[in-house]
């Protein structure tokens, strides 16, 4: 299988039922978001401690999951090959909150906004983070926006995935910190910001 074929040399992408659209469309800036998400979480893999064997088998399934969300946000809806794809479903969304909860209750509460820092474990979490938060922000557009229609119910599975995974990747980022003893950096505040808690 040759790596270039020049389909894309004139700017357009092929969508997984055949269809080709410009590189600048939504869809397709939906789909690399996600994929840069993936990249910065094999990066987040490359640097994580070892000995967490665990926790790097649970980075690797949500990679794999987001291969598939891909599939999906790069498939028009009706079309054919929508029947072959795994569905993100509630189970996927679960697994989520399971890491969520794990990670929450070994770690000291949050007491007020912090900084997107700390180890280098940790500050890629953050910054896959970032990039979790921009992927969701092209979904949603791409629901509303793109002839799929509005919110179709994969795309709707795909949202709440997303949303669910940012929460995943800041308590992540706060668990390597607390794992390799680097602390939460306090944001300096004076005084007229809420807490994280208050409306």
Same mark, same amino acid.
């Given at each position: 299988?040759?790596?270039?074929?020049?389909?894309?040399?004139?700017?357009?992408?092929?969508?997984?039922?055949?269809?080709?659209?410009?590189? %600048?469309?939504? *869809?397709?800036?939906?789909?690399?978001?996600?994929?840069?998400?993936?990249?910065?979480?094999?990066? $987040? @893999?490359?640097?994580?401690?070892?000995?967490?064997?665990?926790? $790097?088998?649970?980075?690797?399934?949500? @990679?794999?999951?987001?291969?598939?969300?891909?599939?999906?946000?790069?498939?028009?809806?009706?079309?054919?090959?929508? @029947?072959?794809?795994?569905?993100?479903?509630?189970?996927?969304?679960?697994?989520?909150?399971?890491?969520?909860?794990?990670?929450?209750?070994?770690?000291?509460?949050?007491?007020?906004?912090?900084?997107?820092?700390?180890?280098?474990?940790?500050?890629?979490?953050?910054?896959?983070?970032?990039?979790?938060?921009?992927?969701?922000?092209?979904?949603?557009?791409?629901?509303?926006?793109?002839?799929?229609?509005?919110?179709?119910?994969? $795309?709707?599975?795909?949202?709440? +995935?997303?949303?669910?995974?940012?929460? +995943?990747?800041?308590?992540?980022?706060? +668990?390597?910190?607390?794992?390799?003893?680097?602390?939460?950096?306090?944001?300096?505040? %004076?005084?007229?910001?809420?807490?994280?808690? *208050?409306?």
């Amino acid at each position: 299988m040759k790596i270039y074929t020049g389909k894309g040399d004139t700017g357009t992408a092929g969508l997984l039922n055949g269809t080709r659209i410009l590189k %600048s469309d939504p *869809q397709v800036e939906a789909v690399g978001d996600i994929d840069e998400l993936n990249s910065a979480l094999g990066v $987040l @893999q490359a640097v994580f401690p070892g000995t967490e064997k665990e926790m $790097l088998e649970e980075i690797r399934t949500i @990679q794999s999951d987001l291969f598939h969300m891909g599939a999906w946000v790069a498939t028009p809806r009706n079309s054919p090959p929508m @029947q072959f794809l795994k569905p993100i479903d509630d189970q996927k969304i679960a697994f989520l909150e399971s890491g969520i909860d794990r990670m929450d209750s070994l770690l000291p509460p949050l007491k007020g906004f912090i900084l997107p820092n700390g180890n280098l474990s940790g500050a890629w979490s953050h910054l896959a983070r970032t990039i979790c938060r921009r992927a969701e922000r092209h979904v949603v557009r791409l629901s509303v926006e793109a002839p799929m229609g509005n919110t179709p119910k994969h $795309l709707g599975n795909t949202l709440k +995935y997303l949303n669910r995974l940012s929460d +995943y990747l800041f308590v992540l980022a706060r +668990y390597c910190n607390h794992l390799l003893d680097s602390h939460d950096s306090a944001w300096e505040t %004076s005084g007229s910001f809420p807490k994280p808690d *208050q409306p």
